[in-house]
Every structure is written in structure tokens, then in C-alpha cells.
């Protein structure tokens, strides 16, 4: 039995060394975090864990893509808003069957863009829908939306890397075995974060 789960261990680290040292992941990272802030949920934490998972060292590198994608697909996501959804209006969003999602954006966005924006990545609503939603009739002044999302950003990716990084094999080996328990606790400590920046 403990033979048997070696086995699938160290085939496991092995699939994942495969993947960090693919010459193009850094690439294809870029591009998962670009889509799923503009178009459609593809999470870059598909490729972002088992990148820190078999090489920590490039943690930092990582994080810092995932940013520059999520925020250059986020600006997309805001020019699809403004032009596209605005032009179809409501049509468009029923067919994409996003409807009641776009509306709890829009109640957010009424309330405190800004934060709502930091902590878009932290919800179960795609952050393609944040974004489309910013641009939509210009519901959220430029300037902000570009501040809120850049923050936003920088805090959704930089706490998991940094987190697989510095815990060691420990936290390493259980997020490779727990990967919802894992987001579920970084979604908590950005929420921590949005309501102390709130309150302070």
C-alpha cells in the first residue's frame, strides 16, 4: 500500500516538474489569466500550483504573470464592456446566461467599486464577469477600475504563490492533495484584507 502511494507521488512530482520546465508555460500562463479576466473562466491556477509546487524558486516569476495577464486581460475585459455589451445591452448578457451574475456585480459596483474590485478574485463569480461589467455603460471610472483590479490582482496571486513557497513541502504537498481547502483559505485572508482596508 505505501509502495503503491510512492509510486503515484513520485509520478506526480514528475508530471509537475514536466510542466514547470515546459519552455512555454510562462506563455501559457500569461494566456490562462488573460481569458479568464476577459472572456471566460479558465482559472491560471491550473498551471500557476504546480508551477510553485515543482519549483518554488520561481514562485515570484509566476505571480508576476499571472498579474500582467489577469490585468492585461482585465483592460480587455473593460474595452468588451464598454463597446460590445454596451452596444447589445441586455440581449447579449441573457444569451451568455451571466444575467443574474452581471446584476450582482452592478449592485457591488454601486456600493464600492474599488473594493469590489480587490476582492473579485476572492468570489465565485468569474472575474471576466467583473471586468465586462466595469466597461458596461462605464459603470466604473476608468481610473479606479484600473487601480481596483491591479490590486486586486497583485493580491489574488501574490498571496497563493507566496503561501506554496514559504510553506515548504508541508503546504506544497497539501494543496497538491486539498486544492479547494487551499483557495478556500486564501479567499479568506483577501477578505480579511478588503474589510481591514475598509475599516482603517
Known amino acids: ?38 472572456l471566460f473562466p479558465m482559472p491560471p491556477d491550473f498551471v500557476l500550483v ?30 468588451i464592456g464598454a463597446t460590445v455589451i454596451t452596444g447589445a445591452g441586455d440581449r447579449l448578457i441573457a444569451w451568455a446566461g451571466v444575467g443574474p451574475s452581471f446584476d450582482r456585480v452592478l449592485a457591488l459596483y454601486a456600493g464600492n467599486a474599488f473594493t469590489a474590485l480587490c476582492a473579485a478574485g476572492f468570489t465565485a463569480i468569474p472575474f471576466s464577469v467583473f471586468t465586462i461589467a466595469a466597461g458596461f455603460r462605464h459603470t466604473v471610472a476608468p481610473l479606479t477600475f484600473l487601480l481596483g483590479a491591479l490590486l486586486g490582482r497583485v493580491i489574488r496571486f501574490s498571496l497563493l504563490a507566496a503561501a506554496l513557497r514559504a510553506g515548504g ?32
Open 1 to 38: 500500500m505505501e509502495a503503491a502511494e510512492g509510486k503515484r507521488s513520485t509520478g506526480l512530482r514528475e508530471r509537475l516538474a514536466a510542466l514547470a520546465d515546459h519552455p512555454a508555460v510562462l506563455r501559457i500562463l500569461f494566456l490562462c489569466a488573460f481569458i479568464e479576466a476577459s
Open 50 to 79: 504546480p508551477l510553485v509546487l515543482a519549483r518554488p524558486r520561481r514562485a515570484l516569476a509566476a505571480a508576476t504573470v499571472c498579474i500582467a495577464g489577469s490585468f492585461a486581460g482585465a483592460i480587455a475585459g473593460y474595452v
Open 169 to 200: 513541502p508541508p503546504v506544497r504537498r497539501m494543496v497538491s492533495e486539498h486544492p479547494a481547502a487551499v483557495s478556500l483559505a486564501v479567499m479568506l485572508i483577501a477578505a480579511v484584507i478588503v474589510v481591514l482596508y475598509r475599516i482603517l
